[in-house]
């Protein structure tokens, strides 16, 4: 079966700070993997998404994520946070062959301070 | 419009109410899908709809009745709820089968049963 674990519920940085968000994945297929993010009061954004092409994902934002068959993880990375970069950050992960359905992580809350 | 779009945003009502959210999709996808989002617990699949067809219910008590009449729109009707089914009720929508692609969501529906 497949899971998501996000690894910190909440992460703090500062400003200008390096942001790194955990997931880790379990998949018995090659996978298809999402990072989303949530601003308060609002649905879910895709942010970036890993479909088995460039290991190495660029999203909006300046966020990236590396896809690591090895170690089963898909971090999100940031090199420099902005306050704006508040937000709750999803991981999740799709079969390459199934019928669309998402699995999600439990979510990380991003805090940024000044 | 555009995207994918909720109403009501905001819903209160007593455990003997029935009423009914509303999601519309402007993308021309042919699937459609109900989340659940808890306090402190992951996404929840709740319902999944391709091409006006229920492909998928996971458990969901029997209170929660989906409608698709369409492939733009989806209803969740809801009847004699219970408080811990207060949540934000998050709809979404996919091309169905098209392997990797992501599901775009909407805003939410901010649900509280009293």
């Known amino acids: 079966a497949q899971s998501v674990t996000q690894l910190g519920s909440h992460v703090s940085v500062s400003e200008g700070a390096l942001v790194l968000l955990r997931c880790n994945y379990s998949?018995?297929?090659?996978?298809?993997l999402f990072w989303y993010v949530q601003y308060p009061n609002q649905g879910l954004q895709l942010l970036l998404k890993?479909?088995?092409?460039?290991?190495l994902v660029k999203g909006i934002n300046g966020f990236e994520a590396e896809f690591k068959k090895s170690e089963t993880s898909f971090h999100l990375t940031k090199p420099s946070a902005h306050m704006s970069d508040a937000a709750e950050y999803f991981c999740?992960?799709?079969?390459?062959?199934?019928?669309?359905?998402?699995?999600f992580g439990q979510g990380t809350t991003l805090q940024v301070k000044p | 419009e555009t995207g994918v779009t909720q109403t009501p945003r905001h819903l209160v009502m007593g455990m003997t109410n029935k009423k009914s959210l509303k999601c519309e999709q402007h993308?021309?996808?042919?699937?459609m899908y109900w989340y659940k989002q808890s306090a402190k617990k992951p996404l929840e699949l709740m319902f999944v709809?391709?091409?006006?067809?229920?492909?998928e219910n996971n458990s969901v008590p029997s209170r929660f009745s989906p409608e698709c009449p369409n492939s733009s729109h989806l209803f969740l009707h809801l009847h004699t709820l219970q408080p811990e089914d207060s949540a934000l009720y998050l709809c979404?929508?996919?091309?169905?089968?098209?392997?990797?692609?992501?599901?775009?969501f909407g805003p939410g529906t901010r649900l509280t049963v009293l």
């Open positions: 979404a929508s996919s091309q169905f089968r098209a392997s990797g692609n992501e599901q775009f």
């Open positions: 998949s018995s297929v090659p996978p298809y």
């Open positions: 890993y479909t088995s092409a460039a290991t």
């Open positions: 999740a992960v799709m079969n390459s062959g199934n019928t669309g359905k998402l699995i």
């Open positions: 993308l021309g996808h042919n699937a």
């Open positions: 709809y391709s091409l006006e067809e229920r492909v």
